[in-house]
């Protein structure tokens, strides 16, 4: 599977941003996915990630009640809702699929991943 991630931008605390992660070929509907970070300076760290059907959804505590993952397997296309940005939320986000179809937190059971793109929040 071949992601490309897009949606990335500047803006101002308290906005919102829409990420998108669109995935080639047929397996998506199969995979589970998930949204990383890498803030500057920082290692990468998990954000959200979904079930092969969304019906398993987690978050990383720093996003709960802001931010929502989605996935549409009949587009081939996950979502990263971002609500209420923080100057903190400032990181290059990463898409990325899993054979784990439950959904998974480790970056570790990730095996295919977007190019990154970037999100700056400004206080």
């Known amino acids: 599977v071949q992601l490309q991630a897009c949606g990335g931008g500047s803006v101002q605390a308290g906005d919102s941003l829409t990420l998108s992660c669109a995935a080639s070929?047929?397996?998506?509907?199969?995979?589970?996915a998930g949204w990383f970070r890498q803030a500057p300076g920082k290692e990468r760290s998990f954000v959200a990630s979904i079930s092969w059907n969304g019906g398993n959804i987690d978050y990383a505590d720093s996003v709960k009640g802001r931010f929502t993952i989605s996935k549409d397997n009949g587009r081939n296309t996950a979502y990263l809702q971002m609500n209420n940005l923080k100057p903190d939320d400032t990181a290059v986000y990463y898409c990325a699929t899993s054979r784990w179809m439950s959904g998974t937190a480790n970056s570790a059971h990730f095996n295919s991943w977007g190019q990154g793109t970037l999100v700056t929040v400004s206080s």
């Open positions: 070929g047929s397996a998506f509907s199969t995979l589970s």
